[in-house]
C-alpha cells in the first residue's frame, strides 16, 4: 500500500460507503416514477456525493457548515422517495459525530434511523448500522490513537537524535577546546622549562666560566689554588647538571596529550587538503599507557599517509576505544580500496609494531580500506 493511500484510507472508506448507500438508495427507488422525478434524484444524490467529497479539502470549521448541505439534501431524498436512503441517514450521521467528536456514548443515534425502516429486514439494518458504527469507532478511538502515539514517538526520536547530535558536537568541541588547553600548556612548560634552564644553566656556566679564568690567571703562580679551583668547577657543573636532569623529569608533558595533539594536527592537515577528518574517542584515554600511544601514534600516521596517497578517498576516521582491558583502533577511510592486500614496508612496520606490545592488527577491503588494531593494556 502506498504511503498516500495508506494515510487516507479512512478518507476512502468513507467515500466508497456513501457512494454504495447512494447508488443502492437510487437503485431502490420506485421506477414507476416520472423520469423527472427520478433525474431529480439522481441530482439529489449526486449533489449529496459532491458536498461529502468535496468538504475533505477544507478546515474543520468550514466543513461543519458544508455538512448542513448533504442534510438537506437527505431531507428532501426522504421526503420525495421516503426511506430508501435509510444507510445514507446513517452515514451522515456518523460523518456529524466524527467531525464534532463526539462521545462514544453518541454513537447510539444512528440506531434511530431503524425505527424509520420501511425497506429493509430490521436484522440486516441492525448489522449494516452496527458495522458502520465500528468503522468510524474504530477510526476515533483506536487508529487515531495509535497514529498519535507514533507521531509522538517519531517527534520523541527525532528530538533523541537532535540531541545526541547537539551532546556529541559538544563533546568533540569540549575535547578539541582541551586539547588547545594542553597544547597551551605545554607550549607555557617549554617556555618555563627555557626560563628555568636559563637561570639555572646560565648562572652555573657563567661562575664556572669565571672560575676557570681565574684559575688559569693563577695557575703559574700557585698551582695547588688552580687546580682547587678547577675541582670546585666540575663539581658545580655536575651539580648543575643533576638540577638539568631533575628540571626535564619534573617539566616532561605527558605522552597523551602530545599524542593526541599530534593526532588532531594530523586530522586538521588532511582536512586542509580537501579529505574529511574526524579523530573519537570513547571510554577513559588516561587509562592508555605511553608505550602504547606510540603505536597508535605511528600505525595512525602511516594508515593516514597511505590513504591520502592512494585511496582517493574523501573521509577518513579515527577511532580509539579504551575498555578495561583492551584498546582498540580503528583507522578507516571510504577510498577505492584494492582487491589483494599485500603487505609493503608500511603494512609490515605496523604488524610489527603492534606484535612488539602482544596486540593484533588486521586489513579489510570491501568498502575502503578499514585498519583494526586490538592492544592489550599491561598495567603497572
Known amino acids: 500500500m502506498r504511503e498516500g493511500t495508506r494515510n487516507n484510507y479512512f478518507i476512502i472508506v468513507r467515500i466508497i460507503m456513501m457512494v454504495m448507500f447512494s447508488l443502492g438508495g437510487f437503485l431502490n427507488t420506485d421506477r414507476d416514477r416520472k423520469v423527472g422525478v427520478l433525474a431529480l434524484i439522481l441530482l439529489l444524490v449526486s449533489l449529496f456525493m459532491a458536498c461529502i467529497c468535496l468538504k475533505e479539502f477544507f478546515t474543520v470549521s468550514i466543513q461543519k457548515i458544508i455538512l448542513i448541505i448533504p442534510a438537506i439534501i437527505l431531507a428532501l431524498l426522504f421526503y420525495i422517495e421516503g426511506k430508501s436512503f435509510i444507510f445514507l441517514g446513517v452515514f451522515l450521521i456518523c460523518e456529524y459525530l466524527f467531525l464534532f467528536k463526539a462521545k462514544i456514548i453518541y454513537f447510539v443515534l444512528p440506531y434511530i434511523m431503524l425505527y424509520a425502516n420501511a425497506e429493509f429486514d430490521m436484522f440486516f439494518a441492525f448489522v449494516v448500522i452496527s458495522l458502520i458504527d465500528l468503522c468510524y469507532i474504530q477510526e476515533m478511538y483506536v487508529v487515531s490513537y495509535y497514529r498519535n502515539r507514533t507521531i509522538e514517538d517519531v517527534k520523541l526520536e527525532q528530538s533523541l537524535k537532535r540531541d545526541m547530535t547537539i551532546k556529541e558536537e559538544a563533546a568533540k568541541d569540549e575535547l578539541k577546546k582541551s586539547m588547545l588547553m594542553a597544547e597551551n600548556q605545554i607550549l607555557e612548560e617549554r617556555a618555563h622549562l627555557s626560563q628555568t634552564l636559563h637561570d639555572k644553566l646560565g648562572h652555573n656556566i657563567n661562575g664556572s666560566i669565571y672560575q676557570l679564568e681565574a ?78 600511544w606510540e603505536v597508535i601514534l605511528d600505525n595512525a600516521f602511516e594508515a593516514v599517509s597511505n590513504a591520502m596517497k592512494y585511496a582517493q578517498c574523501k573521509n577518513i576516521k579515527i577511532n580509539i576505544n579504551a575498555m578495561n582491558k583492551m584498546v582498540r583502533c580503528q583507522i578507516k577511510d571510504d577510498g577505492i580500496g584494492c582487491k589483494n592486500i599485500e603487505d609493503g614496508m608500511g603494512l609490515s612496520g605496523m604488524r610489527q609494531r603492534i606484535r612488539a606490545i602482544g596486540g593484533t592488527i588486521s586489513f579489510e577491503s570491501d568498502a575502503g580500506f578499514v ?10
Not at 253 to 270: F, M, R, T
Not at 272 to 282: F, I, Q, R, S, W
Not at 371 to 380: D, H, S, T
Open 371 to 380: 585498519v583494526n588494531m586490538l592492544m592489550p593494556i599491561r598495567r603497572e
Open 215 to 292: 684559575s688559569k690567571l693563577i695557575m703559574e703562580k700557585d698551582p695547588e689554588k688552580a687546580r682547587s679551583m678547577t675541582q670546585g668547577v666540575i663539581d658545580q657543573l655536575r651539580t648543575g647538571m643533576d638540577e638539568i636532569r631533575s628540571i626535564l623529569r619534573k617539566e616532561r608533558p605527558k605522552k597523551k596529550e602530545l599524542a593526541i595533539i599530534q593526532l588532531y594536527k594530523l586530522c586538521d592537515d588532511c582536512n586542509n587538503k580537501g579529505v574529511v577528518t574526524e579523530l573519537e574517542t570513547e571510554g577513559n584515554i588516561d587509562d592508555i599507557p605511553d608505550y602504547l
